[in-house]
């Protein structure tokens, strides 16, 4: 079992910066792949950035390529999603996911057609233009 807590959202205006953080109750040291995805009212749930166990595959959407950049610190059992020139259409609650595993296809992982095993219960990104 892996407990995920969701940080570091809140209001941002629009060109700005923002750093969310998913803190793991457990290793997540090279076996789990990690997840953000992002939520508004009325849509389906969307990934946004997947990294692999050992953080060398990641997979963006299209929505943030360029902008958004995830990373994980196995040190500290944290994932981390780094949100640059943030706009208004990133406004959502979003969460962190993981998926035990060394092989995890993040695409896949991304693309939200695939169960998840852990989620944590999300964090609200509020922007401002």
């Known amino acids: 079992q892996v407990q995920l807590v969701e940080s570091g959202g809140g209001l941002v205006q629009a060109g700005g910066s923002l750093r969310l953080s998913c803190a793991a109750s457990?290793?997540?040291?090279?076996?789990?792949?990690m997840g953000w995805y992002r939520q508004v009212p009325g849509k389906e749930r969307e990934g946004v950035a997947c990294i692999n166990a050992e953080g060398r595959n990641t997979y963006y959407a299209d929505s943030v390529k360029g902008r958004f950049a995830i990373s994980r610190d196995d040190a500290k059992n944290v994932a981390y999603l780094e949100m640059n020139n943030v706009e208004p259409e990133d406004a959502a609650l979003y969460y962190c996911?993981?998926?035990?595993?060394?092989?995890?296809?993040?695409?896949?992982?991304?693309?939200?057609?695939?169960?998840?095993?852990?989620w944590g219960r999300g964090t609200q990104v509020t922007v401002s233009s």
């Open positions: 457990r290793s997540i040291s090279s076996f789990y792949a």
């Open positions: 996911a993981a998926e035990p595993g060394r092989e995890i296809n993040v695409r896949l992982m991304c693309s939200g057609t695939a169960p998840l095993d852990y």
